[in-house]
């Protein structure tokens, strides 16, 4: 959420931030807000001036009375007083309420570098790390070598659950746990403390996390209760401290969030309906920091650098993009994507997205940062994924794929594999 303050003082900052963004739905919400707000400054004065004189009037009945004076009509004015002042105080909560909703549907300023854009095929190229192939053989479809080795069952999967999930068996059940260990062993060795967050959230909470706008449609309700499947440990992770003040002295705080992620994948793209890429439920590895505002843009290299050294490890060819005004969401000031390279359809997929959220997400929760000797000031929140466990299966099954469709373990995952080196077709 922006801050009120930056819309009455600098609006035309917001407004070109809005611009960039190309979004002319936005800008009729700012407008309106600024008209709302004008509107309840000055309704403000009227019930500050009401109650001021609601004091004046009972200090000249007090001293009619004392003098003797008839104090009668001065009397029937004050009667009237407070009932003004009540509806003028219903009025002022529904203006807030408008302004807060329209307030919280803004979306962040971005960062200076973010690139114009529409859509993702506007995304600006970083670096690339890793030699993209072809194969000089066919790679089969991730999906058909991962029944093949003995490693999922997609058709008892969606006679148990529907379309798009999947159930992983034996050996890639493994290998998604050495990827969860892997991914959680490197953010441990760097500081990071794990958790393991509720899969469930309150709606408030939610609110807080997101604009409900751009993940509602493929948020799982549970019917009869105030609460969503998480799309991601991210939004747990960053509701842990709502209504919180963090002492300055305990930032940075680095999580690793472990957990389940539900989503619909309704959109363009669809569900990958015998695959591992667009599903209902997938494993992650999240990372999450709270820390300064000074700190943010640091911090957010450094978890890239995270993700950048897992993929390493794992010697999967991938790219870096800056993402564009038009791709970037409501929340993010700025954010990276991490793309892996697909031999199968020779091109980059998205794996990780990495976003620097600066003080958008925590003045939504309200947590604030407690200073010495200062006032309390809202803190930055950063996230990145660092492993989508179903992602990277389906790029490992193809880049370690051999030509009779067996595929080689990679050596960073072999200490987690129970000596298993080499996935075998049944």
Same mark, same amino acid.
């Given at each position: 959420?922006?801050?009120?303050?930056?819309?009455? /003082?600098?609006?035309?900052?917001?407004?070109?931030?809005?611009?960039?963004? +190309?979004?002319?739905?936005?800008?009729?919400?700012?407008?309106? @807000?600024?008209?709302?707000? $004008?509107?309840?400054?000055?309704?403000?004065?009227?019930?500050?001036?009401?109650?001021?004189?609601?004091?004046?009037?009972?200090?000249?009945?007090?001293? &009619?009375?004392?003098?003797?004076?008839?104090?009668?009509?001065?009397?029937?004015?004050?009667?009237?007083?407070?009932?003004?002042?009540?509806?003028? *105080?219903?009025?002022?909560?529904?203006?807030?309420?408008? +302004?807060?909703?329209?307030?919280?549907?803004?979306?962040?300023?971005?960062?200076?570098?973010?690139?114009?854009?529409?859509?993702?095929?506007?995304?600006?190229?970083?670096?690339?790390?890793?030699?993209?192939?072809?194969?000089?053989?066919?790679?089969?479809?991730?999906?058909?070598?991962?029944?093949?080795?003995?490693?999922? /069952?997609?058709?008892?999967? =969606?006679?148990?659950?529907?379309?798009?999930?999947?159930? @992983?068996?034996?050996?890639?059940?493994?290998?998604? %746990?050495?990827?969860?260990?892997?991914?959680?062993?490197?953010?441990?060795?760097?500081?990071?403390?794990?958790?393991?967050?509720?899969? !469930?959230?309150?709606?408030?909470?939610?609110? &807080? =996390?997101? *604009?409900?706008? *751009?993940?509602?449609?493929?948020?799982?309700?549970?019917?009869?209760?105030?609460?969503?499947?998480?799309?991601?440990?991210?939004?747990?992770?960053?509701?842990?401290?709502?209504?919180?003040?963090?002492?300055?002295?305990?930032?940075?705080?680095?999580?690793? &969030?472990?957990? $389940?992620?539900?989503?619909?994948?309704?959109?363009?793209?669809?569900?990958?309906?015998?695959?591992?890429?667009?599903?209902?439920?997938?494993?992650?590895?999240?990372?999450?920091?709270?820390?300064?505002?000074? *700190?943010?843009?640091?911090?957010?290299?450094?978890?890239?650098?995270?993700?950048?050294?897992?993929? #390493?490890?794992?010697?999967?060819?991938?790219?870096?993009?800056?993402?564009?005004?038009?791709?970037?969401?409501?929340?993010?000031?700025?954010?990276?994507?991490?793309?892996?390279?697909?031999?199968?359809? #020779?091109?980059?997929?998205?794996?990780?997205?990495?976003?620097?959220?600066?003080?958008?997400?925590?003045?939504? !929760?309200?947590?604030?940062?407690?200073?010495? &000797?200062?006032?309390?000031?809202? %803190?930055?929140? @950063?996230?990145?994924?660092?492993? $989508?466990?179903?992602?990277?299966?389906?790029?490992? @099954?193809?880049?370690? #794929?051999?030509?009779?469709?067996?595929?080689?373990?990679?050596?960073?995952?072999?200490?987690?594999?129970?000596?298993?080196?080499?996935?075998?077709?049944?």
């Amino acid at each position: 959420m922006l801050d009120i303050n930056l819309i009455r /003082d600098d609006p035309a900052r917001v407004k070109e931030n809005i611009h960039r963004r +190309g979004d002319a739905a936005h800008l009729k919400r700012l407008n309106e @807000l600024v008209d709302l707000d $004008a509107l309840w400054k000055q309704k403000k004065k009227e019930v500050e001036a009401l109650r001021a004189r609601r004091n004046k009037l009972s200090d000249e009945i007090k001293v &009619g009375k004392k003098d003797g004076r008839d104090v009668s009509a001065v009397f029937e004015e004050a009667k009237r007083i407070p009932q003004l002042i009540k509806a003028g *105080d219903e009025g002022l909560a529904s203006l807030r309420e408008r +302004g807060d909703k329209l307030l919280l549907s803004l979306p962040n300023l971005l960062d200076d570098s973010v690139p114009f854009g529409k859509s993702s095929e506007d995304n600006v190229e970083v670096r690339r790390v890793g030699e993209p192939y072809v194969p000089a053989f066919s790679i089969r479809h991730h999906g058909e070598i991962a029944v093949a080795l003995g490693g999922a /069952d997609f058709e008892r999967a =969606v006679k148990v659950s529907g379309a798009g999930f999947y159930a @992983l068996k034996g050996p890639l059940v493994l290998m998604d %746990l050495a990827l969860q260990r892997l991914a959680l062993d490197i953010l441990v060795e760097r500081g990071f403390t794990p958790v393991a967050p509720p899969f !469930l959230m309150r709606r408030r909470p939610y609110e &807080g =996390v997101t *604009d409900l706008a *751009d993940f509602e449609n493929v948020m799982y309700k549970i019917e009869g209760d105030d609460l969503y499947l998480i799309a991601t440990s991210e939004h747990p992770m960053a509701a842990f401290h709502m209504d919180e003040v963090i002492s300055e002295d305990a930032l940075p705080i680095k999580y690793a &969030g472990v957990s $389940a992620c539900f989503r619909k994948e309704i959109g363009k793209h669809g569900l990958d309906e015998r695959g591992l890429f667009r599903v209902h439920q997938f494993n992650k590895i999240e990372q999450f920091i709270f820390c300064k505002p000074q *700190d943010s843009p640091a911090f957010h290299e450094e978890l890239l650098r995270n993700s950048e050294d897992l993929l #390493q490890k794992l010697k999967i060819p991938y790219r870096v993009v800056n993402v564009c005004t038009g791709d970037i969401g409501t929340v993010a000031a700025k954010k990276y994507d991490v793309e892996g390279w697909s031999p199968r359809e #020779q091109k980059y997929i998205e794996l990780m997205s990495c976003s620097n959220c600066t003080d958008y997400q925590a003045r939504r !929760l309200n947590i604030r940062m407690g200073r010495h &000797g200062a006032s309390k000031e809202t %803190l930055h929140t @950063l996230n990145n994924t660092m492993i $989508a466990t179903a992602r990277a299966l389906r790029i490992i @099954l193809e880049v370690y #794929q051999k030509e009779d469709g067996s595929v080689t373990v990679p050596d960073a995952l072999r200490p987690y594999m129970n000596g298993i080196k080499h996935l075998e077709l049944k």
